[in-house]
């Protein structure tokens, strides 16, 4: 069984900072792309930013240049660095990861929890 566990989310005022981590347990072989979503009241989800295994990036234009993704494979985590935070941020933020166990033959989808991030004066 694989499991994600995702903290770090809270209230902040506009401009402030929150780093965002979700770590991956259970029986995991390897784990291919990391990535943050987020999903505002009323919204689609939609994809925020992603990390390849090879460590290469990609953002929603929203977020470029204020968020910075990244991940650690020794502690099968990625994070979410979010600076310059606007109130339009506001959302419930899940992570993402492909997943292979031994005995898979692909990658499979696995999401955390999910983390109620609020930007707000």
């Known amino acids: 069984q694989v499991q994600l566990v995702e903290s770090g989310g809270g209230l902040v005022q506009p401009g402030g900072s929150l780093r965002l981590s979700c770590a991956a347990s259970?029986?995991?072989?390897?784990?291919?792309?990391m990535a943050w979503y987020r999903q505002a009241p009323g919204k689609q989800r939609d994809v925020v930013a992603t990390?390849?295994?090879?460590?290469?990036?990609n953002y929603a234009d929203s977020v470029k240049g204020r968020f910075t993704i990244s991940r650690d494979n020794a502690k099968n985590t990625v994070y979410l660095q979010m600076n310059s935070l606007k109130p339009e941020d506001t959302a419930v933020y899940y992570c993402?990861?492909?997943?292979?166990?031994?005995?898979?033959?692909?990658?499979?989808?696995?999401w955390g929890q999910g983390t109620q991030v609020t930007v707000s004066s």
């Open positions: 990390v390849a295994g090879g460590g290469s990036t």
């Open positions: 259970g029986s995991i072989f390897s784990i291919d792309a």
């Open positions: 993402n990861d492909l997943i292979r166990r031994r005995s898979d033959t692909a990658a499979i989808s696995y």
